[in-house]
C-alpha cells in the first residue's frame, strides 16, 4: 500500500535534503522520479545531483530525455511513473495526484515557501480523509528527523 510523507523543511533545505533521501534509496537499489513544475528547479537539480558532493553523485535524467526509463532517478514536471520507481518527490506544490501508484510518496516544502506550504496543507486535509497512511516529518534541533503526525 501507498505511503504519503510530509517533509517541512526549516532548518534545510532541498538542496541538503533530497540528495541525501534520493542516496538512501538508491543504496537499496530503489527508483525515483523528482517533480517540479518550474523548469528553474528541474534545471538546478539537473546540475546540483552530480555535483552536490566532491566525492558522489546521483545518477540521473530529464524526463525528455531518450531511454528515460532506464534512469534510477528522473528529473519530471509531472508526476507519471516513467521508470518503474518505488518513490516520487514532489517539490514547489506539485500535486501528485494519485498516490496508489507509488511505494511512497513523499512531499517536500520550505518554511519559508508560503504557496508550498498551502498546497502541503491543502493535500493533508485531502488525503487525510483516505486510508492511505499519512505522516508529518520534522527536523528536530540536532537536524534529525522524526515524525510528529
Not at 7 to 19: F, G, K, Q
Request: with cysteine.
Amino acid at each position: 500500500m501507498a505511503e504519503l510523507w510530509f517533509y517541512h523543511l526549516e532548518r534545510a533545505n532541498v538542496d541538503e535534503v533530497l540528495p541525501e533521501l534520493l542516496g538512501k534509496l538508491m543504496e537499496r537499489d530503489g527508483r525515483a522520479v523528482v517533480c517540479s513544475g518550474k523548469d528553474t528547479q528541474l534545471d538546478h537539480l539537473d546540475s546540483h545531483l552530480w555535483t552536490f558532493r566532491d566525492d558522489s553523485f546521483l545518477p540521473h535524467g530529464r524526463a525528455d530525455s531518450t531511454q528515460v526509463e532506464d534512469q534510477p532517478i528522473v528529473l519530471s514536471r509531472t508526476p507519471g511513473n516513467l521508470n518503474k520507481a518505488d518513490m516520487l518527490f514532489c517539490l514547489d506544490g506539485v500535486d501528485p495526484g494519485d498516490v496508489t501508484a507509488w511505494q511512497r510518496v513523499v512531499v517536500m516544502f520550505e518554511g519559508s515557501d508560503e504557496a508550498s506550504m498551502a498546497c502541503a496543507r491543502a493535500l493533508w486535509t485531502n488525503h487525510k480523509k483516505s486510508e492511505i497512511p499519512i505522516s508529518y516529518w520534522r527536523q528536530n534541533d540536532a537536524g534529525r528527523w522524526h515524525r510528529e503526525a
